[in-house]
């Protein structure tokens, strides 16, 4: 179905937007497959030169993850921004005005707010730290295999944010086809496009292809807007309150929608507000292009530059969702709109309501920017994939070559699984709702802790928040998903009808986050309590250090990653104070290893 009833004549396929697809979508691939020779070009060099003089060589890995930690404010602009601008950020803005009025459209606000804050408190620390994922630190803190468990909540929100990217474009391609192809056949060839340069270009494709990304985007719904307003079946001047006829289960039925909306549960409204806000910010997709940065200053500026251009982004969307409440759908194309067809509302209104240039111009700018969305996700659980669980838990001593591969193969991987999740799951929304859901209860608390919170955190802190945030976050349901609750909080809204998800009215996803913080905090400091009082907890919290030929002993917990050069060790015995010094050979001894490295 797409937003037509079986009984009425099928609109005919739209050959301009086919044409301005194919366009567009081959200019996508050849910026991503010759995006680094084209970035060379524009720094009018031949080779890409570390970013400052404290940069140490990258591997070949390292450099098609981070593209050579060379991206300047230019480009720079563009690639932060289209962190979350994309498919799902365009084509969800309309579809939650349309489903529940501007208020309820929270996403595009609370993104460009994390954006901002993400700048303020998170970016220039991780950048100037150089690490080269957003899981480095994590492993630095907890150790390679414990660390390196906080990959599975990264890899779920990334995962499913690229299938709400291929979600919006199947949508998309679905009003311009007509039938002509399949709505997954269309999934599945976007995806494969995105696939095929992002292999060869690494973080150069995905920065370069944001460019043409943005100002398509830009361009392409500004132009519209105009042509979509004066059209003759849109209501002149646009209304706030309007008589609106959807079909629902093959009824027509008229609703009265208010373009503002309205605020039903205030308790979930404000869980979902902190909830995306703070959620928004431990993504690899956002860190990836924070320590790409020239520099720590380039990385805040470029932060809030994002911010800035992510809210301007969604205001062509939220008004294109009001003027699909204002149209008559019947005229304009033969059908009264479907209720679960509320995601097509850009493709339709670009296709229906538009001239013919015009049409070609938004229909193909803002498909191929869609597909183009899709790689910078892929790309990064496919790079903490990489350098944080094959190379620093399962195999240690992989070489760049392998690793090279190891990517490669990684991205194909998951681009299959965001296929799949695209497929099967329908709501755009939806979707990147709960991808902020995932890192917000799960990973959110840990980037606070071990960046500014280090002391009060340890191993034992870690999987005990970690473990019941998640147990209560499964228990608690998801209605997008189809889970029933097993853990009701107060006032749980029961489904409507046989066999209806009911949904949480409490903000449970703020109390399951705090718990997590509480707990973590909590046993640290319980588990380091029993430590001074004698209490032999774990016989890996004993470490051994030698200095300059003298040795203590510690019980304070020490990672056992071998990336000494990012963090200073210090131990403190029970009577010997100890700090190695710039330039000093320090050793840590474990069970499994001994690591030396000079401290820098």
Not at 144 to 161: D, H, T, V
Not at 397 to 418: E, F, G, P, Q, Y
Not at 458 to 469: D, E, Q, T, W
Not at 516 to 530: E, K, N, S
Request: hydrophobic content about 50%; glycine content about 8%.
């Amino acid at each position: 179905m797409t937003g037509v009833m079986d009984n009425e004549v099928k609109p005919a396929v739209d050959w301009v937007g086919i044409g301005g697809l194919i366009f567009f979508y081959f200019l996508i691939l050849f910026a991503g497959l010759f995006a680094k020779r084209l970035m060379e070009m524009m720094n009018g060099k031949k080779k890409q030169q570390p970013a400052d003089n404290g940069e140490s060589g990258l591997t070949n890995t390292e450099d098609l993850m981070l593209a050579g930690r060379n991206i300047n404010y230019a480009v720079g602009i563009f690639t932060m921004t289209a962190t979350w601008v994309g498919g799902g950020y365009i084509n969800g803005a309309a579809e939650a005005v349309i489903s529940g009025g501007i208020l309820n459209c929270q996403a595009p606000f609370c993104f460009a707010t994390s954006l901002c804050i993400g700048g303020l408190f998170f970016a220039k620390k991780m950048r100037a730290m150089k690490f080269i994922t957003m899981l480095d630190p994590f492993q630095v803190k907890y150790g390679r295999k414990l660390g390196s468990l906080l990959y599975i909540p990264a890899f779920s929100g990334e995962i499913l944010w690229s299938a709400a990217i291929l979600a919006a474009l199947g949508s998309s391609l679905q009003v311009i086809c007509q039938g002509l192809i399949s709505e997954n056949t269309s999934i599945i060839v976007s995806a494969m496009f995105a696939m095929v340069y992002t292999l060869f270009g690494g973080l150069y494709s995905v920065a370069f292809t944001d460019v043409f990304q943005l100002i398509s985007i830009f361009v392409g719904l500004i132009l519209a807007l105009p042509f979509m307003i004066t059209n003759e079946n849109v209501t002149s001047p646009l209304q706030e309150t309007v008589n609106f006829t959807i079909l629902e289960n093959d009824v027509l039925v008229n609703k009265t929608k208010s373009v503002l909306g309205e605020i039903e549960y205030p308790s979930l409204w404000v869980d979902g507000l902190i909830m995306m806000i703070c959620g928004g910010i431990p993504w690899q997709a956002y860190f990836q292009r924070v320590l790409s940065s020239k520099t720590p200053q380039v990385a805040r500026v470029l932060s809030y530059c994002a911010g800035v251009g992510c809210f301007l982004a969604a205001i062509p969307p939220v008004i294109m969702g009001v003027i699909t409440i204002n149209t008559d759908w019947v005229t304009a194309n033969g059908a009264n709109l479907e209720e679960g067809a509320y995601k097509l509302a850009v493709p339709l209104c670009l296709s229906k309501l538009c001239p013919p240039v015009v049409s070609f111009i938004g229909l193909g700018a803002v498909s191929a920017a869609v597909m183009s969305s899709t790689d910078s996700s892929v790309l990064g659980v496919s790079s903490m994939f990489t350098r944080n669980v094959y190379q620093k838990v399962l195999s240690p001593h992989a070489s760049d070559k392998v690793l090279v591969w190891v990517l490669r193969v990684t991205i194909v991987c998951n681009t299959l699984i965001a296929m799949v999740i695209a497929i099967t799951v329908k709501s755009v929304y939806g979707l990147y709702v709960i991808c902020s859901d995932l890192v917000y209860v799960l990973l959110f608390p840990h980037l606070v802790l071990v960046l500014y919170g280090s002391k009060y955190v340890n191993r034992y802190g870690m999987v005990s928040g970690f473990s019941l945030a998640l147990l209560l976050r499964v228990l608690s349901g998801e209605p997008v998903l189809g889970f029933e609750a097993i853990l009701r909080f107060p006032g749980y809204v029961e489904g409507e009808g046989v066999g209806a998800i009911g949904f949480q009215n409490f903000p449970f996803r703020l109390t399951i986050m705090l718990l997590h913080f509480a707990v973590a905090i909590g046993v640290t400091f319980l588990t380091d309590f029993l430590h001074q009082r004698g209490v032999k907890v774990d016989p890996l919290e004993n470490y051994k250090f030698r200095s300059n030929g003298s040795s203590c002993s510690s019980s304070s917990e020490v990672s056992d990653d071998d990336s000494l050069h990012r963090t200073k060790v210090i131990a403190n015995a029970a009577a010997v104070k100890f700090e190695p010094q710039q330039g000093e050979m320090i050793t840590i001894t474990t069970d499994n290893a001994t690591i030396e490295d000079r401290v820098p």
